[in-house]
């Protein structure tokens, strides 16, 4: 009934000039699945090689996949982001394959909804391992290496909205995103003065194919999930990764420690009479807490 936000343009097109990342390396976590692929997708499509990171060899090769089919450069490496010895190994195997990433994408991140209290410890310091400190280990390998090579380069850190507004039924995950918006002021400012440019940027709710079961079924609870976005439609993967090439790009040079919200206004929906409170276990469907 009403029209809300036009739809982008179509998946291939681009705001930035062809060759904008001819001859550039992206290095991107995460990116045989879901956002990280579409990110991965467009960098490739303006010219750049790409080295994907990760863990499940089904998911590097999904996303080699799409990679060979806009027929860029990709280079696969498996790695967990909470080894920081990892990361360095597949920094070293980029290089000796002659890339050098001058992009770093922190996109990897996990998730799974919770009550706080129904949480084990080590599942809080999984998703804090993997989203917090993976997302640091990255970035601080990435700039180790340009700070001594006297070179320039940028990072796009994902994030998520709940970083501002606090995450029920995320508890674990919403603390580890504050922790990443605030990571990138911090290493924004440490590391401009040798060329490193530390930016975020945050999708909204952007289904896809990848999404685990675990989130899946947690969105299966809304009913019509574009009704219940000011713009009357969920956002697209494409419209995240034109933000972040146009963010990793020359035209952006001046922006940084700067967290981008690609969500259609839809985390700034506050009111002092909201829906009914309904408590997150209840929301899961899970009986009460006993111990
Ligand atoms: C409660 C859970 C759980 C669940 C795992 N755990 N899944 N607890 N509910 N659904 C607990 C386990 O029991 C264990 O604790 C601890 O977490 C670690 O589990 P492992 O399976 O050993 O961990 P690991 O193999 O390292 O896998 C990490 C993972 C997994 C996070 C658990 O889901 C994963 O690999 N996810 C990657 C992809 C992902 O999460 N994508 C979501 C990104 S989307 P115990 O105590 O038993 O040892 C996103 C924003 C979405 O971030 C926003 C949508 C609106
Ligand atoms: P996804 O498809 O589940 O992707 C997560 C990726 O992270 C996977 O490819 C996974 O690859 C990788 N990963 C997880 N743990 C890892 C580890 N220890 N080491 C290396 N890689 C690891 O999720 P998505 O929806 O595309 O999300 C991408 C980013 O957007 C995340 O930062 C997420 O928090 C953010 N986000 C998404 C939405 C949304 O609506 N989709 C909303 C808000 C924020 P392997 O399994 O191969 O390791």
């Known amino acids: 009934m009403y029209q809300g936000l036009p739809e982008p343009p179509p998946i291939g097109a681009s705001a930035l ?82 890339l050098t990433p001058t992009i770093l994408i922190n996109n990897a991140a996990a998730n799974f909804p919770v009550p706080a209290e129904d949480m084990s410890p080590n599942a809080w310091r999984t998703v804090v391992d993997i989203t917090l400190n993976g997302t640091y280990f990255c970035a601080r390998e990435f700039a180790r290496r340009h700070l001594d090579a006297g070179t320039p380069g940028s990072i796009v850190n994902i994030g998520a909205t709940y970083a501002w507004t606090g995450g029920p039924g995320f508890a674990h995950s919403s603390a580890a995103k504050a922790g990443v918006k605030n990571l990138t002021e911090t290493l924004a400012v440490e590391w401009g003065p040798y060329g490193i440019q530390v930016n975020g940027l945050v999708p909204g709710l952007m289904p896809h194919e990848d999404m685990t079961a675990d989130i899946q079924s947690n969105l299966a609870r809304t009913n019509d999930k574009d009704a219940c976005q000011p713009a009357m439609r969920v956002g697209r993967p494409r419209e995240l990764a034109w933000a972040a090439t146009f963010l990793a790009s020359p035209y952006a040079r001046f922006i940084s420690g700067h967290t981008l919200v690609v969500d259609g206004a839809n985390w700034q929906r506050r009111a002092l009479t909201m829906p009914e409170v309904v408590p997150v276990r209840e929301q899961m469907g899970r009986p009460p807490f006993t111990l």
Request: with cysteine; hydrophobic share 45%; charged share 20%.
């Open 17 to 98: 000039p062809d060759g904008t990342y001819d001859g550039a390396t992206v290095f991107i976590t995460g990116a045989g699945t879901g956002l990280g692929k579409a990110i991965a997708t467009e960098f490739a499509r303006l010219g750049a090689a790409i080295v994907i990171a990760s863990r499940k060899p089904e998911h590097l090769e999904a996303g080699a996949e799409a990679i060979a089919a806009v027929g860029a450069r990709c280079l696969t490496v498996a790695c967990d982001i909470r080894e920081p010895d990892q990361i360095a190994a597949a920094f070293d195997t980029a290089q000796s394959a002659g």
